[in-house]
Each structure stands twice: as C-alpha cells, then as structure tokens.
C-alpha cells in the first residue's frame, strides 16, 4: 500500500491491438484494485435506450438504426457511416463527446482518492491522452493475434488481417510504451508479469492535487464550440 498524506490518484492507459488480451490484463488489474476506465464499455454506455446520444443518432441517420426492443442496430448504423465520409464524420461529432464526457467524469471521481485509475482503451495509440503519468501496452505479434482471432473469436482469416491492419501497427504502441506486457505464451505466463507491473504502478509518483484530466490530445472527444 502507498503511504500518502494527499489522497491523489495515479492515471496510466492501457492498450494493445485486437486479440493481444488486454481485456485479460486489465481484469487482473481490476482484481488488485485499479479502478478501469473501460472505454468500450463507455461508449456502449452512451447509446442505452432513452440516451441524448441514441436520440441524436436516429434524428441523424433514421430510424432504421434503432431496432426493435429501442437498442441501437449497430449493424445498421456501420453500414450507413462507414459507407460515407460526412456520415462518419457526424457520427463521432455525436459519439466521441458524449464518450469523452463520461471517460472524464470516471477519472475525476477518482482524482480525491489514493487509487490507480487505469484507462483502458484499444485506440490509444492512434488517439492519444493528454496528463497519463504511463502507458502499458499489450504486445503479441501479428500471427498470434491472426491465430487467436480465428481460434477463440471465430473470425476468418482474411477479416482477422484487415481488422489488424486498421489498428496502429505493433511498433507504433511499443515506440511509446512505458511498461510492456508480453501476452505471446501461456495464461499462466502473464501472472508474474502483472505482479511486477502492479508494483510499478504503485511506484509511480501521486498526480497534482489541482489536476484536470484533459482527454484526447486532438480534442476531438470535446464538444464543438457554439
């Protein structure tokens, strides 16, 4: 336990591509008591029935993206904003604020605490945070993930290379990784791993009593001036 005479948090991100097993390394995380921040979980947040989101979303592309029990078609709305530039573009106008509003609050709830608040986002590389005190990725080569993806998520494996393929690549998260997890053997082999990383977690130096968590570097998850 960190002795600390100012209850500050510590705000890391964790990251890593599609079928590395971050979600893995974050429940173990979890399970020592970091609060996550689970950008996924986040958005699926947002677009509940009955959100301001799920409501702009239909004004915006039409009913047909609301299914029948009042959720969101997310089928329905990919095949309408991912077949048209201005239609993705008005898409994260409506979605990313909404997600980076919450993200914030999330963290900020913690900042009064002496907890390790680690945010947990699949784009972090390609869609940086400003104010993290460190950035753990979870790193396995592009065949495992290929293999893994196939194996344990049913994926063919021509959609399992595209799917890496829109990610940042492998070296572009380990160029401004901070602690590395290499999740390429066993299970079992990640143990002694995230021993270590929660020690150098709980080493990292308390945030600022006045921090302010500014959310994406290009500030796209802010609402649009008026």
Do not use: C
């Amino acid at each position: 336990m960190r002795q600390s005479y100012h209850r500050i948090m510590i705000l890391v991100g964790l990251t890593g591509g599609i079928g590395s097993g971050k979600s893995t390394v974050s429940a173990a995380l979890a399970a020592r008591g970091a609060v996550i921040v689970d950008a996924d979980q986040v958005v699926r947040d947002v677009q509940l029935p009955g959100s301001p989101v799920l409501g702009k979303l239909a004004e915006r592309f039409g009913a047909e993206v609301i299914a029948a029990d009042g959720s969101l078609d997310r089928a329905a709305l990919a095949g309408i904003a991912f077949a048209d530039a201005d239609a993705l573009k008005d898409l994260n106008s409506i979605v990313h604020p909404a997600v980076g509003a919450e993200m914030n609050r999330q963290v900020m709830e913690n900042v009064a605490t002496d907890n390790v608040v680690v945010m947990d986002i699949p784009l972090l590389t390609e869609n940086p945070r400003e104010g993290l005190q460190g950035k753990i990725v979870v790193d396995i080569s592009v065949e495992t993930q290929v293999e893994r993806l196939v194996k344990y998520r049913g994926f063919d494996e021509a959609d399992a290379r595209a799917r890496i393929a829109r990610q940042a690549t492998r070296d572009a998260r380990l160029k401004t990784a901070d602690f590395v997890i290499d999740n390429s053997g066993e299970p079992d082999a990640l143990d002694a791993q995230i021993d270590r990383l929660w020690h150098w977690l709980q080493s990292l130096p308390q945030l600022p009593a006045d921090f302010k968590f500014a959310g994406r570097k290009d500030k796209a998850d802010q609402p649009e001036a008026k």
